[in-house]
C-alpha cells in the first residue's frame, strides 16, 4: 500500500509543503510541492492565518497519511525560532484535527537519511531529492526540496519490512535505510556518469 | 462600549484563559476563568489539539474583541520555549482565523500595568488583579491570574480616552496607565486597612 506522506519545513517567511507518495518498495513519488509565504512586515496574526489557511487547503487537497514536520530547536538561529515555532503549532494542530498521524523528524535525521550523512549541506540534500524522486531537475522553489526530504525520511524511518538486495547489519553504523541510500545514490552516480 | 478581552497565557503544560470586560471608565469585571493542560507524557499533536479545542470554545462562547497574548521570548526557560511558542502559534491562529484582533504584550508590559513595576512578583500581579476585578479572593487556578493580567493589561494599554482624576503628565517616569494603577492600588489599600 502507497504511504502518502506531506513534509512541512515550517517557518513564517517561507514554510515548505511537500507531498510524496511512498510505495513499499521504497520508490517515492513527487505529488506536489510548494512554498508558503509571509512578508515580515505583515502582522504576525495574518502570517500565522495564511499558514493555517494553506496547511488546510493542503490536507484537504491531499488527504495524506502522515504530517512528517521538522523538530524545532530552541539553540539555533534565535531571531526566528519563535516564529518557526508557532508555524510548525499551527500546522501541527491542522493535522491533529483531522485525526492525521504527525511525526517529527530533526534536520540532522533528515539530512542523514537523505543524503546518508547528517551533516550533508543543502546542495547535496537537494541533489538527493532530486534523484530519490527520479525529477529531471532539482524541485522548484529550491527551498522546497527540505519539506519533500522531510516527507522521504519519514517513510524510509517509518518502514520496518524486509528490501530485496539488503545485505542485513554491516559494521559501518549506518541504519539499513541509510545503508540503502547510499546504494540507490552510488547506482545513480553509475547511471549519471 | 464595553470591551471584552480574552488574555491568553500560552503553554502546553498550562495555557491560562481569562475574559474581562472593560468599561470605558477602566472598570474591569471577570467574565470567565480557566486553564487547560495536558501531560508532559501526551503526544506533542494531542496537546495542540486540546489547546486548540479549547480555544476554538472560548472564542465561540465568549466572542471577545481583542485577544491579548504574552509575547514569548526564545531567552526564558529553553527548555519549554517552544512547546509555549507553539500552543501561542495555535491561539493565535484561531483568532486569526475569526478576524478577531490579536495584541501581544510582554511579561514586563503586563506586570508594570497591573502592578506599577514591571519586576514584580507573581503575588503581587495575583494581588492587584483581585483587587481591580474586585473579587473577595484571588482567582482559580491560581495559574490563571496571569491570563486575566493580561486582559487587564491589553485594556488599559490600549484606551487612549481622558480618564477622570488624572494628574497629567508627571515627571515620575510612569505612562498614563501605570500611574493610574497606582492610584488604584493606593486607593485600595486605603479601603482594606
Redesign the interface.
Not at 524545532?72 to 539553540?75: C, P
Not at 515555532?85 to 499551527?90: E, L, Y
Given at each position: 500500500m502507497t504511504l502518502r506522506v506531506l513534509g512541512v519545513d515550517p517557518g513564517l517567511t517561507r514554510c515548505g509543503f511537500g507531498v510524496v507518495d511512498i510505495e513499499p518498495n521504497r520508490r517515492a513519488t513527487l505529488v506536489g510541492v510548494t512554498v508558503v509565504g509571509t512578508r515580515a512586515d505583515t502582522?504576525?496574526?495574518?502570517r500565522?492565518?495564511a499558514?493555517?489557511n494553506s496547511i488546510d487547503e493542503w490536507l484537504d487537497r491531499y488527504s495524506p497519511d502522515v504530517l512528517a514536520v521538522e523538530r524545532?530547536?530552541?539553540?539555533l538561529n534565535?531571531s526566528t525560532?519563535?516564529g518557526t515555532?508557532?508555524?510548525?503549532?499551527?500546522v501541527?494542530?491542522a493535522?491533529?484535527?483531522r485525526g492525521i498521524t504527525?511525526a517529527?523528524h530533526t534536520p540532522t535525521e533528515v539530512k542523514a537519511a537523505v543524503t546518508g550523512n547528517g551533516q550533508a549541506d543543502k546542495t547535496a540534500v537537494t541533489k538527493m531529492v532530486t534523484r530519490i524522486l527520479r525529477l529531471d531537475r532539482p524541485p522548484t522553489p529550491a527551498d522546497a526540496a527540505d519539506a519533500l526530504a522531510l516527507a522521504i525520511t519519514h517513510a524510509w524511518r517509518g518502514s520496518t519490512a524486509p528490501v530485496a538486495g539488503s545485505r542485513g547489519q554491516s559494521g559501518s553504523g549506518q541504519t539499513a535505510a541509510q545503508r540503502l541510500w547510499a546504494e540507490a545514490e552510488a547506482k545513480a552516480r553509475r547511471k549519471v556518469r
Open positions: 502582522a504576525l496574526e495574518q500565522l492565518l499558514i493555517s524545532v530547536f530552541s539553540q534565535v525560532v519563535m515555532a508557532q508555524a510548525s503549532g499551527v501541527i494542530a493535522a491533529a484535527r504527525v517529527l
